[in-house]
């Protein structure tokens, strides 16, 4: 079946400094890559939504210039959290979308990334 | 605005029996699609099954079925035959069709299995 790799699945990193995390398909081509946000017990908050070769659309709420997407070609999106804070240290998990429709191409999900901000 | 609603933040059952878990959603489109999503403790999201609103037979796969009732908005996954490993959390989401089919999660059962 489709794979989305997520990598890294946990760092930790100190207040001010920046983390990328990236996503890749790495068998199908993902033409919409999805960014959630997930606190402990709480459900999956939806980021942004990238789509390849465009601007990404944030939801209400997610400051896009410190939470930088880019989905540059049909395999990686990267999701930059810039200038780190305590508070940002979450779940983060991306999605994967391919092909046109959703009938051939459900969400494929990475197995999210651990971010720990000291 | 379109919103998903699990109103069981909890539930147990004993192994081998059967389970409902709840969902209700709000929309004011006609064509959507419904999924729940198990993720268990090591958090990857895991399809369990889906649901085309278009379609008027309920979903199965398995142990998991779904009763999709249309008009009131709801859409419940039943377990049969609970085994340990469907200890995890489930998600009920929705997405409407068109560009940008962003999923939309509702906030989520706790579910345990007791042996």
């Known amino acids: 079946g489709a794979v989305v790799s997520q990598h890294p699945s946990w760092v930790i990193c100190k207040s001010g400094t920046s983390v990328k995390i990236e996503c890749r398909s790495l068998d199908f081509q993902a033409t919409t890559m999805f960014w959630y946000r997930q606190f402990p017990k709480q459900s999956l908050m939806l980021m942004a939504t990238?789509?390849?070769?465009?601007?990404?659309?944030?939801e209400q709420g997610v400051e896009k210039d410190k939470f930088l997407i880019n989905h540059a070609s049909l395999t990686l999106s990267t999701l930059t959290v810039t200038s780190a804070h305590p508070e940002d240290s979450s779940f983060y998990i991306c999605?994967?979308?391919?092909?046109?429709?959703?009938?051939?191409?459900?969400?494929?999900f990475g197995n999210g990334t651990r971010l720990t901000v000291t | 605005a379109q919103t998903v609603t699990q109103s069981q933040p909890e539930m147990s059952v004993q192994e081998a029996e059967t389970v409902t878990l709840s969902c209700t959603y709000d929309t004011s489109e006609n064509n959507y699609y419904l999924f729940w999503y198990k993720q268990p403790p090591s958090r990857q999201m895991i399809l369990v099954i889906r649901?085309?609103?278009?379609?008027?037979q309920n979903a199965t796969e398995n142990r998991f079925s779904v009763n999709f009732q249309k008009a009131a908005k709801s859409f419940s996954l039943k377990i049969s035959d609970s085994q340990l490993g469907d200890t995890a959390m489930y998600f009920c989401a929705f997405t409407v069709g068109g560009a940008t089919n962003k999923l939309i999660f509702g906030t989520g059962t706790l579910l345990a299995v007791q042996p």
């Open positions: 999605s994967a979308r391919g092909g046109r429709g959703w009938e051939n191409s459900p969400l494929h």
């Open positions: 649901q085309e609103a278009y379609k008027q």
């Open positions: 990238s789509n390849e070769g465009s601007k990404a659309t944030y």
